[in-house]
């Protein structure tokens, strides 16, 4: 992607984000429930996930594993923007505007250890539960992602646009996957030894614990974190083989293309429109043009 692709790309999450924030900042001075109509502002501090789940879960555990997992959601969307093989402007800003509600609420635990509702619909008396705009830009990133997905399905995935395989050659591809979990794993490996060490030094170090067990706090961290480096080198495994697939797909055509120029057939070399190398193809028609020059019998022969 283009740097102004970019930019259009990330606006939608930036704006979500900064208006997300002065809502709530608004929120968090309400003293009193108020309706206009069937939207009423009530503040609402939730400790859990979307409509209060997983509230009951130990702080430590509640906390850290989804402001952790808001953080991989974040990683995610910006692999999907990289790897994205269209331009469709409607999918992209619908993943950006999801992410940007996903981050608005992870910035709410990261900072205060809850979510700030302050929406409801309803009346008084009765009312919806409560809700932030962070939760409703959340559903304007769904309703782009399904409208792109209706109207631009056969650009996001083309038929003629897809080798048969994945594996085209698996041995380098293998090499080059697990090259990147390798790193995926030594990143969390140092990650993983400096966090449970000075997690374990500050809760011995602290006073204030009295007779708690550490362990009850290491535990949940370990499990939290195992889980995402699993996943997070999981998602290199994936990216490797996408990216392995976009560099050995042309190289593999083009070495196709060099055996038919060799046997005296002209052959047109057509690339994807996410491989790399794409200068191939243009290297490919001089070479059939100088073919068609020495031999111009060839340029009869059967296109590829």
Known sequence: MKKQEWAWALLPLIFSWGVDRISKLWASTLATHSFYGPVGFI??????????????????????????????????????????????????????????????????????????????LGRPSYFSPAFNLADAIQWIGYGLIVVAILKE?????????????????????????????????????????????????????????????????????VATFTMVSLSFCLVLFVVGLILSHRTVGPLHAFQRFLNDYIEGKSTRLKLRTSDEFKELEALAEKLNQKLVDVNPKSSRSKSG
């Open 43 to 120: 503040l609402h501090h939730n400790h859990g996930a979307i409509l209060g789940i997983f509230s009951d879960l130990p702080s430590v555990l509640r906390i850290v594993s989804l402001s952790t997992g808001g953080a991989f959601l974040l990683f995610l969307f910006f692999i999907m923007q990289f790897l994205l093989p269209t331009k469709s402007l409607a999918l992209r800003a619908g993943l950006s505007f999801l992410i940007g509600g996903i981050i608005g609420n992870v910035t709410d635990r990261i900072l205060w250890g809850y979510v700030v509702d302050f929406i409801v």
């Open 153 to 221: 399905g056969k650009a996001l995935w083309p038929i003629e646009n897809l080798r048969k395989s994945y594996w085209i050659n698996p041995h380098f591809q293998l090499k080059y996957c697990f090259t990147l979990m390798l790193c995926g794993m030594g990143l969390t490996l140092i990650l993983g030894t400096y966090s449970y060490t000075y997690l374990r030094v500050a809760l011995n170090e602290n006073q204030g614990t009295g007779g708690m067990q550490t362990n009850s706090f290491l535990g949940p961290f």
